[in-house]
Each structure stands twice: as C-alpha cells, then as structure tokens.
C-alpha cells in the first residue's frame, strides 16, 4: 500500500513540476500578498491632505493650524479663502480633512465666558484616514481644553494637576495595526493556499481527460485521496512556515507562545482545509468552477473570522455560524498563541471546536470523495 500510495506522490509531484506555476503560486503568491499587507500596516498614517479655511487670521488661529501640522498626522495644509472649495477638493476625494475657524476664535478664546467652537470636515468615505484625522485632531482639543482651564482657573501650569488616567496596552504596546493585520492575513493565506490547492486536485484530472486512467490503476479510493492529498500538506505547511518566518523577523510579529503548539494546530488546521478542499476538487468539472467555489467559500469564511469585524459585534444567529467556521478558531489560536502567548489551557474551547469541526468535514470529505471515486 505504501508503495502505491508513493507513486502517486510522485506522479503528482511530476505533473506540478510540468505545471510549475501552481506550486509558485501556492508558494509565493501568499507570501507576496502577506508582504504587501505588513508593508502597508506597519506605518502609521501620515501625510494626510488638509485645507484650512482660517475666517480669523490671528496668531491663535495660527498656532492652531501648526498644532495640527506637528501631530504628523496631516501634511501641510493649503489655505482657501471659501467653503466651496472645500466643497470640491471633498468631491474629488483629494483631502482627507478640512480646518474651518470661525471669525470670532481668538475672542472667544480669551474671553473668561468665551465659548471657542471649530468645525472639522472629515472624508468619511476613506474611513482608515478619517479615524486617524479625528484622533489627531480630538487629541489637540484636549490639549487646547486644558490650556483653557488652567488660564481661565488662573493656575501654574507647571502645578496643574488634572485627572490623568493610567494606560496600559498589553500584547500590542504601541497598537500596531501590522500586529492585528499580519497574523489575520496568514491565517487566511493558510487556508486560501490549502483549498485552493486541494480544489485543483481532481478537477485538474477531470479537465486534462486523465480522470479515468486514475481510476483504472490498480488503486484504491483511499490510496488515491491520500496520494493526492500529501502533495497538498507538503507544499501548504511549506508555505506556511515560510510565512511564519517572513513576518517574525521582517515585521518583528511575535511568537510568545509555544511554536511547536502553534505549528501541531497549524497542521491540524491544514488537514481540515484539505478535507473540504477535496470536496470541491471532486464535485468540480473544470479547475476554473473549483477556483470559483474556493472564492466564494473563501470570501464567507473571510466575513465570520473576525478579523473584518468582531464577531462578539454580530447578531446571536451569526455569531452561531461563525462557531462553524474553522477558519473562525484558527485565527482565534493564531493570535492566541503568536501575540498573547496563550497556551492549551486558554485555547482549549478554539481547540476542542476545530477539532470536532475537523472530525466532522474529514469523515465527511473522505466518505464523499470515496463514493465519488468508487
């Protein structure tokens, strides 16, 4: 058995290299996605286009405007002289924020009763810039607020002691957007990778008019399911670890917990991606219906991770299937395990479900594709 079962690994491992660009693609196309990803997250948002409409034209109005210049946060910003313009550069989308000062700002500012009001135009249609506009701009205000006070109170700023809360960030000190991002995308290349790979599997076969010499071999349907299958690992856990190590010593993304839990679960993961990536190599006529089944189980996959929203945020009926979604737990573990540095006794509700979820699609993956031979 063993014997037949590697001739088929090898048969399989020919066809690939006669196909080289499948196994290219499984291998870099991830990690070159995986690289643009962490590139573009691992900055923070700078530069942002803004105009100010300055009704006041006074040094504090000024030094507002430079306040808003030294958060890093905005580019420097162009003057216009009216609203309309404003207006239009919105339209064309070539601002992310804009400035308007009202002409009384200064006198309301020194005044003991004076109410300073501003209005900030953000593009909410770029929501990423605007969040980063807005958290620029309410942290100045802040600081503008306290300046207040402390003149108003007529108090020493140097002994001005105001509510000052303590912060404390774990896992992800500086609240790096690659360290939520990175790990969320390598746990889905993992499965993008695995099933798409495993799709191809018998399609490829039914679509080059081989499907039937297979199955006249002196084979058995589980002989010829692993045989298909062990390729798929190979060039899945290869591609894995290749990602792994790309962004651990490119985008210093940690691994606090155990490796060798995170790479045994990965395996795990990997053969439940196979089991119904095989599903839809089998009931898939050409490799071009498997790609688009793998899309479309890729793209309901993707929305009950997590990672486009949280899933505690979904209804009670959707948070239910997401339960159902191993790629849900997976990326669960991953992060579990690479940046809390959790161990089995934290992951064991992500472990146990993906281990049902595993039983389950691979009894029925192996029962199916069985019968489909047969």
């Known amino acids: 058995m063993l014997k037949r079962i590697w001739s088929l690994v090898i048969k399989e491992f020919i066809h690939l290299r006669s196909d080289w660009w499948l196994p290219a693609f499984m291998l870099l196309g991830g990690a070159m996605e995986l690289l643009a990803v962490a590139w573009a997250t691992s900055r923070p948002i700078t530069n942002l286009p803004l105009m100010v409409f300055d009704q006041n034209k006074t040094a504090a109005s000024r030094a507002l405007v430079i306040g808003l210049e030294n958060t890093r946060t905005f580019a420097a910003p162009e003057q216009v002289n009216d609203m309309q313009t404003i207006q239009d550069a919105m339209d064309r989308g070539q601002i992310s924020a804009a400035l308007v000062i009202p002409p009384d700002y200064a006198e309301q500012l020194q005044s003991p009763t004076g109410k300073p009001t501003l209005l900030m135009i953000l593009n909410g249609s770029e929501s990423a810039p605007a969040q980063a506009a807005n958290r620029a701009i309410l942290g100045l205000g802040r600081d503008i607020n306290q300046r207040i006070l402390i003149g108003r109170l007529g108090l020493n700023p140097d002994q001005f002691s105001g509510f000052n809360p303590s912060l404390r960030v774990w896992f992800n000190e500086n609240l790096s957007e690659a360290l939520y991002t990175t790990p969320a995308e390598l746990g889905l290349m993992l499965e993008f ?9 018998f399609s490829r076969e039914r679509e080059l008019g081989t499907i039937e010499q297979l199955l006249v071999m002196p084979f058995s349907s589980l002989e010829i399911i692993i045989g298909k299958s062990i390729p798929v690992i190979l060039i899945g856990f290869t591609d894995f670890l290749l990602m792994l190590g790309m962004i651990h010593f490119a985008f210093d993304v940690p691994i606090r917990g155990s490796l060798l839990l995170l790479l045994v679960l990965a395996f795990g993961y990997l053969l439940v991606e196979l089991g119904k990536g095989l599903v839809i190599s089998v009931i898939s006529k050409t490799q071009h219906q498997a790609f688009l089944l793998v899309l479309l189980i890729g793209m309901v996959d993707f929305m009950f ?3 486009a929203a949280p899933v505690e945020s979904m209804s009670q009926a959707l948070q239910w299937f997401a339960n159902v ?3 849900h737990h997976w ?8 940046l809390k540095g959790a161990g089995m006794d934290v992951l064991f509700p992500n472990v146990l479900a993906l281990l049902i979820l595993g039983i389950v699609i691979g009894a029925f993956s ?9």
């Open 193 to 201: 990778t695995v099933l798409l790979f495993a799709a191809l599997a």
């Open 331 to 338: 990326l669960t573990i991953l992060r579990g395990i690479a």
């Open 325 to 327: 979604i191993p790629a």
């Open 305 to 307: 991770t997590g990672y």
């Open 366 to 374: 192996l029962q199916f594709v069985r019968k489909a031979l047969d």
